[in-house]
């Protein structure tokens, strides 16, 4: 229930338990003044006493819980200066008690004001309290019929026992339904956060794949071409004479392929991913583990050789490899342990993903893939991609309840040149 029908429920009880106990106290008065009993005055003046003391104590209504058990801030009961489990309460409780007490002394009908005693004793105390008072309650309820109509009946004890029976049994069911509704509550409010966090994700996941798609394109085409450009110019430059009319329009042409070879690498840099901005790849790396959290799991960071400088396409590539295996960890593995480490080889840089989680077949169906579900993001085909496009190789290793291990080996640019040397 949201909280306008919370309220309009406990409202509806704490009028419905003003009206109870007003109407049994004014029972008491009517069947007294009816039968012109000697110590009618008494009970009069008794009952008067005990309706004052409940409508001081009921005059506003508290916000504050009781200690033992879960109710909600528009509590159902009253009291501001009376409020639950406080000693205010425990006294104003205790009053009424004594009062009603001195009444059950005076008049055999002032038993049944016992009923909405059990209510209020089991809101205003503790239940290890409250349930030992609503049995001491009952007891003078029975005690009082039997002194006054001087028999024994069975409905004398059946009725004030099965009143304390449903009173207990309905606040323990009031309390087990709002401790649903809170629960409930709690699961829709992380719902609705964890799906604005979600459409948040993806949408920083499709920017920075289109950042990184552009700065791919702008480096493999406009900035090799000018780059190209460029290296023509500069040899057309060298073999003309030095007083040729040409030169001057060579060699402007020159300089403006290369002012528009650094305006595009400037791109390029803007559109790198922004955790490769403010530090090294390993920082970047052991950034990612950090804010990777999920129950159970943790995730650490290492680095194996000696590290080395690389190109921009490579640590992109090695990040984003790093950000999607351990995203497939996190949703699908169930792991408790993660671990990263980034290796510098003589000839190649590796980055190893390794998990303890639930596995699965490679050989056998798709593993759900950011990317291709409603999930989003990037799957094993796009990391094969990313390494193929700069002449590596991702191996996959897994099985069922084995963990999986997931291994993207780049040659590095020096030892490819050499080799084409």
Not at 140 to 160: D, K, L, N, W, Y
Not at 235 to 252: C, F, G, I, Q, Y
């Amino acid at each position: 229930m949201d909280s306008r029908s919370h309220t309009h429920v406990t409202a509806a009880l704490r009028l419905c338990l003003h009206a109870l106990l007003a109407g049994l106290l004014a029972l008491v008065v009517v069947r007294a003044v009816g039968e012109s009993a000697a110590d009618t005055t008494a009970v009069v003046a008794v009952t008067l006493l005990t309706a004052a003391l409940y409508a001081a104590g009921a005059a506003r209504s508290s916000s504050v819980q009781p200690k033992d058990s879960v109710q909600p801030k528009d509590s159902a009961w009253p009291g501001t200066s009376v409020q639950p489990g406080t000693r205010a309460g425990a006294w104003w409780l205790g009053g009424l008690w004594v009062l009603w007490a001195a009444l059950l002394v005076l008049s055999p009908d002032a038993l049944w004001v016992a009923f909405p005693l059990y209510f209020l004793q089991l809101h205003f105390l503790p239940m290890r309290w409250a349930l030992p008072a609503v049995v001491v309650t009952a007891a003078a309820a029975i005690t009082s019929f039997v002194v006054h109509r001087q028999e024994i009946e069975p409905g004398a004890f059946i009725g004030p026992l099965i009143g304390a029976a449903v009173a207990v049994a309905t606040v323990l069911g009031y309390d087990a339904l709002f401790r649903e509704s809170e629960r409930r509550r709690e699961l829709i409010v992380e719902l609705v956060a964890t799906r604005a966090d979600l459409a948040e994700a993806e949408r920083t996941a499709g920017t920075l794949a289109e950042r990184e798609r552009l700065a791919r394109e702008i480096h493999d085409t406009l900035a090799q071409g000018l780059s190209s450009i460029q290296l023509l110019l500069r040899a057309a430059e060298r073999s003309l004479p030095e007083n040729a009319p040409a030169t001057p329009h060579v060699r402007a042409a020159r300089e403006a392929a290369q002012a528009n070879l650094a305006e595009a690498r400037s791109f390029v840099r803007a559109l790198t991913p922004p955790d490769l901005e403010h530090g090294s790849l390993a920082a970047a790396l052991e950034r990612l583990c950090a804010r990777t959290t999920a129950p159970e799991l943790t995730v650490r960071f290492a680095v194996s050789g000696t590290p080395v400088e690389l190109p921009t396409p490579y640590e992109v590539a090695l990040l984003r490899t790093a950000q999607s295996a351990l995203a497939n960890t996190v949703r699908h593995a169930e792991a408790r342990r993660a671990e990263i480490t980034l290796s510098f080889m003589d000839t190649s840089v590796a980055l190893d993903v390794v998990d303890d989680g639930r596995g699965f077949d490679p050989s056998g169906a798709p593993v759900p893939e950011r990317g291709t579900g409603g999930d989003g993001g990037f799957g094993l085909p796009a990391m094969r991609a990313r390494a193929g496009s700069l002449g590596g190789a991702l191996s996959v290793e897994s099985a069922p309840g084995q963990g999986t291990a997931v291994a993207l080996t780049l040659p590095l640019p020096d030892t490819e040149a050499e080799r084409a040397a």
